[in-house]
């Protein structure tokens, strides 16, 4: 994993092909880590250490340079014609505006915790964190209870004055920034989004799945706790293994679970204890960050087996896990001996399943 440092010369690197471009890079990220501080980027979830907001921010930015390409046509001028990333006058300030809204992406996460010393609070309107530190000396930092998710998309464009210089609104032009705004607001949106908008949010999602197998590591991560609760399953016989209508194939070092009856099953379980899982996209992606399942080589989380019925072959689609995660140790000595083959073409029906 990249140092802070390491992220940062990368990402100036990107920007380097213009000297000014590099110089207001430089300012604009000591302007934006003085407005976020050591904050963590979220509780419990990703990038929940201290200084874990920066990171991640710098993470998604570097991301999305890497990532640009400059082919998406942006600003109609006034005599008619288009001007696109690919303009040689205007795209490195596309470029630089790319970097800006990734790396602003979460900004409005601030306003998701109390910040409080010497009988103040934190205002992040007014204040950088910073700037409130070295007043108040020793703030302390606690998570607003009442936060709502995704509101902190909306939110980051109020404070975009702490990081942006009249010399970057200069460079950028009023059209970048227009749309800088833009793609801020549409953060987490499940509408329609700006291409733009859309780099962001895939640079975001790159950097939530590399910090995720640290996460699954932890018992009372959602990842533990789905295998947690797999195992559960399986121990009160509830969830079948190599008979008949099993939920779970087991084949030497390989264990295929079915989806999505599986996952539903153990959603139905932590929903009585009040715990919800992400969706089944997000989670078959956590797992895969995790190391936990295998994918084709499409890429698909979800893969199609064939297993033996009563009557012939039967197709299933299943996620593949190391056998010593998923089935408790005590239990394998009991399973009847089977065999699945594992298809190298998914079937319609294990391609639906991985794109719902």
Not at 145 to 169: F, I, K, M, Q
Request: one cysteine or more.
């Amino acid at each position: 994993m990249l140092s802070v440092e390491e992220l940062t010369e990368k990402i100036l690197y990107w920007l380097s092909s213009e000297l000014r471009v590099r110089a207001l890079a430089e300012k604009l990220l000591q302007r934006f880590a003085e407005t976020v501080g050591d904050l963590p980027a979220s509780e419990k979830h990703h990038h929940s250490e201290a200084g874990g907001l920066y990171r991640h921010s710098l993470e998604v930015a570097l991301k999305a340079l890497e990532e640009f390409e400059g082919d998406i046509i942006m600003e109609p001028r006034s005599d008619g014609s288009i001007d696109s990333f690919r303009s040689s006058r205007n795209r490195p300030r596309w470029q630089y505006a790319t970097f800006i809204g990734a790396l602003c992406h979460d900004l409005g996460k601030v306003f998701d915790v109390e910040v409080r010393g010497k009988g103040e609070t934190w205002s992040p309107i007014h204040d950088r964190y910073c700037e409130f530190g070295r007043r108040i000396k020793t703030p302390v930092a606690s998570w607003d209870p009442e936060r709502e998710h995704g509101e902190h998309a909306e939110r980051s464009g109020r404070l975009l004055h702490h990081v942006l210089s009249p010399e970057d609104v200069g460079y950028l032009g009023r059209p970048r920034v227009e749309h800088l705004y833009r793609c801020l607001a549409e953060g987490h949106s499940k509408g329609m989004a700006s291409l733009l908008s859309q780099l962001v949010k895939q640079a975001d999602q790159a950097s939530v799945e590399q910090a995720q197998p640290a996460i699954a590591a932890r018992p009372d991560s959602k990842i533990g706790l789905l295998i947690q609760t797999f195992q559960e399953l399986i121990r009160d016989g509830q969830m079948w293994i190599n008979i008949p209508g099993a939920q779970v194939w087991v084949d030497g070092g390989k264990t295929a679970v079915v989806v999505p009856v599986a996952i539903s099953m153990a959603r139905d379980r932590l929903k009585e204890r009040d715990i919800a899982l992400p969706p089944n996209t997000n989670l078959y992606n956590m797992l895969r960050s995790a190391g936990l399942v295998e994918s084709d080589e499409r890429g698909m989380n979800v893969q199609s087996i064939q297993v033996q019925g009563k009557h012939g072959p039967i197709s299933l689609s299943a996620l593949i896990f190391p056998t010593e995660k998923v089935v408790p140790n005590e239990i394998l000595p009991t399973l009847p001996a089977i065999h699945f083959e594992i298809k190298t073409e998914p079937n319609a029906e294990a391609v639906a399943v991985a794109q719902e």
